[in-house]
């Protein structure tokens, strides 16, 4: 049964390791429905989140292929309702006082106005962007764009920086098997 997971990828910033990444999905004949990248807490660590809609074990098998990959740090896999998922979209839409009215009622941020135009910012979830943009369409949507969703894991605890510190371990405990 067809589940969504998002699975993030912490890796050093490397040219070429995106196209890598990806092509691990085509052979896996599975589809990306979102994918960001960006910075992660710890320096010169970089962050892929991926959502996708598959089988549970082909998942798990997609992990352990992205894994394999030489510049890949360590690959985690999550259920929706372990990360808090935000998506963000601008919007620019036709000036008018109904706009304006239906901006202030939704929470959406205006960055932009002009004499025929308004660019608008909702950040939210997948279906609030939708939403949005449904009630925005009968004033006149001359542009969308939106951002690839970002996720962020809801317990306390990174679980990257506990991966690395076993890592480190592990290399200490071996230069001390070598010495011996």
């Keep these: ?3 969504e997971f998002i699975i993030t990828i912490f890796s050093e910033n490397k040219v070429g390791l995106l196209s890598q990444i990806t092509t691990v999905f085509t052979h896996r004949n599975i589809n990306i429905e979102s994918l960001t990248t960006s910075e992660s807490a710890i320096e010169g660590i970089h962050k892929y989140t991926v959502i996708v ?8 098998n997609l992990v352990k292929q992205i894994e394999k990959k030489i510049d890949v740090l360590k690959v985690f896999c999550y259920t929706p309702n372990e990360v808090v998922l ?6 620019k839409v036709q000036r008018s ?12 941020r205006i960055l932009e106005i002009h004499d025929d135009y308004i660019v608008l910012e909702k950040t939210g979830h997948k279906e609030e962007i939708r939403e949005l943009y449904h009630m ?5 949507i001359y542009q969308l764009v939106c951002s690839g969703q970002v ?3 809801k317990s306390r605890r990174e679980l990257l920086d506990e991966y690395l510190a076993y890592v ?7 230069i001390a098997e070598n010495k011996e």
């Design 86 to 91: 935000q998506e963000l979209a601008l919007y």
């Design 1 to 3: 049964m067809e589940k």
């Design 136 to 140: 925005l369409e009968p004033f006149g």
């Design 97 to 108: 006082r109904n706009v304006e009215e239906l901006v202030r009622r939704h929470n959406v």
């Design 151 to 153: 996720a962020i894991i």
């Design 168 to 174: 480190e371990k592990r290399r200490r405990e071996q």
């Design 53 to 60: 809609k598959n089988d549970a074990d082909r998942v798990a």
